[in-house]
């Protein structure tokens, strides 16, 4: 009876021991997981994009005249002072060449001149003659008026006819004055390129409108300018700005006077305020070939920020401050995932996931406002995979 019973408590401790190999071996392993924490702490809420520095004022400075262009000495960079630096000379031009047909035109127009000249200059002769007639005209009278001979109304005539024949005369010498100024023109279109005499007193001095620095040289080489074209640009570089376009839809939400923080230029961040969000927006074609409604945001550097090493027209990455936030319950975002309730995260729990719905407040990046589901100092899954569902065992990943 012994030997029977022993074999039985043998067996029965054999199948156990089988039975709990099987339940070791089939058991679902542990999912290695990155773990995060739900913590208080500062959270901002930013948007960003690129800008470029500027100069607040800029000055374009254009020649005055057309004429020929001295080369301009001021280099890049060289500063300038306002009414006392010569950044520019320039000589005006002379007379254009004339083909052969306003060549011949222009002597046509000599030729009337002069003879235009000639016929007045006859008629001041002609009224000469008139006013010396009637000045004898008037001794004769007055000799027959003293011998009673002639009325004294025929004595007013002849003084008449004098005033009258000497208004004549200044009206021919007024016709000389001005043949003689239309033949100066008609002869000056004939002035060929490079004969005339040109004194110091025609020359232009452009000096500086402003206090700054050369920031552009637009026309360097001495040469023929037209009016108006541009030379050089001046600006103050201590005295500068960013623009940044941001979408039409993120610059609804900026505000004069919000925080800036300016990245991107190869330093430390530097702080700066909005001055100004432009009312009017414009399409930009993306690098994608999207059109965008974008708007100009206008960014002042704060006081003490140390923008030495930056100039005109450099790249920055302005950051815009729209909330923040001193003690403030966050998760991750890339806990996060969308359920059938709503935004979700896994928590860990005694080794195993546990779903929970959240209520999201404010978001960025990198972290999510949590409103309710969580509290400070739970410990999260990070990158939930779709395998992994409520009540799964799991364990931390180890860096």
Same mark, same amino acid.
């Given at each position: 009876?012994?030997?029977?019973?022993?074999?039985? $408590?043998?067996?029965?401790?054999?199948?156990?021991?089988?039975?709990?190999?099987?339940?070791?071996?089939?058991?679902?392993?542990?999912?290695?997981?990155?773990?995060?924490?739900?913590?208080?702490?500062?959270?901002?809420?930013?948007?960003?994009?690129?800008?470029?520095?500027?100069?607040?004022?800029?000055?374009?400075?254009?020649?005055?005249?057309?004429?020929?262009?001295?080369?301009?000495?001021?280099?890049?960079?060289?500063?300038?002072?306002?009414?006392?630096?010569?950044?520019?000379?320039?000589?005006?031009?002379?007379?254009?060449?004339?083909?052969?047909?306003?060549?011949?035109?222009?002597?046509?127009?000599?030729?009337?001149?002069?003879?235009?000249?000639?016929?007045?200059?006859?008629?001041?002769?002609?009224?000469?003659?008139?006013?010396?007639?009637?000045?004898?005209?008037?001794?004769?009278?007055?000799?027959?008026?003293?011998?009673?001979?002639?009325?004294?109304?025929?004595?007013?005539?002849?003084?008449?006819?004098?005033?009258?024949?000497?208004?004549?005369?200044?009206?021919?010498?007024?016709?000389?004055?001005?043949?003689?100024?239309?033949?100066?023109?008609?002869?000056?279109?004939?002035?060929?390129?490079?004969?005339?005499?040109?004194?110091?007193?025609?020359?232009?001095?452009?000096?500086?409108?402003?206090?700054?620095?050369?920031?552009?040289?637009?026309?360097?080489?001495?040469?023929?300018?037209?009016?108006?074209?541009?030379?050089?640009?001046?600006?103050?570089?201590?005295?500068?700005? $960013?623009?940044?376009?941001?979408?039409?839809?993120?610059?609804?939400?900026?505000?004069?006077?919000?925080?800036?923080?300016?990245?991107?230029?190869?330093?430390?961040?530097?702080?700066?305020?909005?001055?100004?969000?432009?009312?009017?927006?414009?399409?930009? $074609?993306?690098?994608?070939?999207?059109?965008?409604?974008?708007?100009?945001?206008?960014?002042?550097?704060?006081?003490?920020?140390?923008?030495?090493?930056?100039?005109?027209?450099?790249?920055?990455?302005?950051?815009?401050?729209?909330?923040?936030?001193?003690?403030?319950?966050?998760?991750?975002?890339?806990?996060?995932?969308?359920?059938?309730?709503?935004?979700?995260?896994?928590?860990?729990? !005694?080794?195993?996931?546990?779903?929970?719905?959240?209520?999201?407040?404010?978001?960025?990046?990198?972290?999510?406002?949590?409103?309710?589901?969580?509290?400070?100092? !739970?410990?999260?899954?990070?990158?939930?995979?779709?395998?992994?569902?409520?009540?799964?065992?799991?364990?931390?990943?180890?860096?």
């Amino acid at each position: 009876m012994a030997a029977p019973r022993a074999r039985t $408590i043998l067996f029965g401790m054999m199948g156990l021991v089988v039975v709990a190999f099987l339940v070791v071996a089939f058991q679902p392993e542990p999912v290695a997981v990155d773990a995060g924490t739900v913590r208080l702490g500062p959270m901002q809420v930013t948007i960003a994009d690129d800008g470029r520095t500027r100069v607040r004022e800029l000055y374009v400075v254009s020649a005055p005249v057309a004429g020929r262009l001295l080369r301009i000495d001021p280099e890049v960079g060289d500063e300038v002072i306002a009414n006392e630096t010569e950044i520019a000379t320039l000589l005006p031009s002379g007379p254009a060449f004339l083909d052969e047909r306003r060549q011949k035109e222009a002597r046509a127009a000599v030729e009337a001149a002069k003879a235009a000249l000639e016929f007045a200059s006859a008629e001041v002769s002609r009224v000469q003659a008139e006013v010396d007639y009637a000045q004898s005209e008037i001794r004769r009278t007055e000799a027959l008026v003293k011998s009673n001979t002639a009325s004294p109304a025929a004595l007013d005539r002849a003084q008449l006819s004098y005033r009258t024949a000497l208004a004549k005369l200044e009206t021919a010498r007024s016709s000389v004055r001005m043949r003689r100024a239309d033949l100066a023109v008609a002869e000056a279109a004939l002035t060929e390129p490079g004969s005339e005499q040109r004194e110091v007193s025609g020359i232009v001095k452009i000096k500086a409108p402003i206090d700054g620095a050369v920031l552009t040289l637009l026309h360097e080489s001495e040469g023929v300018v037209a009016s108006g074209t541009p030379l050089l640009e001046l600006g103050n570089p201590s005295e500068i700005e $960013i623009v940044a376009d941001f979408l039409s839809h993120q610059a609804v939400k900026v505000k004069p006077g919000a925080k800036v923080l300016i990245e991107g230029w190869g330093g430390e961040p530097l702080p700066g305020i909005v001055r100004l969000v432009e009312p009017k927006g414009f399409t930009k $074609i993306s690098a994608l070939g999207i059109e965008e409604q974008r708007v100009n945001i206008i960014i002042d550097f704060a006081d003490g920020a140390d923008i030495t090493r930056l100039g005109h027209g450099f790249r920055v990455e302005p950051r815009i401050v729209l909330w923040e936030g001193a003690d403030v319950l966050q998760i991750p975002t890339s806990a996060l995932y969308r359920g059938t309730d709503g935004w979700q995260a896994f928590r860990i729990s !005694d080794g195993q996931a546990q779903s929970v719905v959240l209520k999201i407040g404010r978001m960025n990046d990198e972290f999510a406002e949590v409103v309710d589901g969580l509290s400070n100092g !739970d410990q999260i899954i990070l990158h939930p995979s779709d395998s992994l569902a409520d009540g799964f065992a799991v364990k931390i990943r180890k860096n």
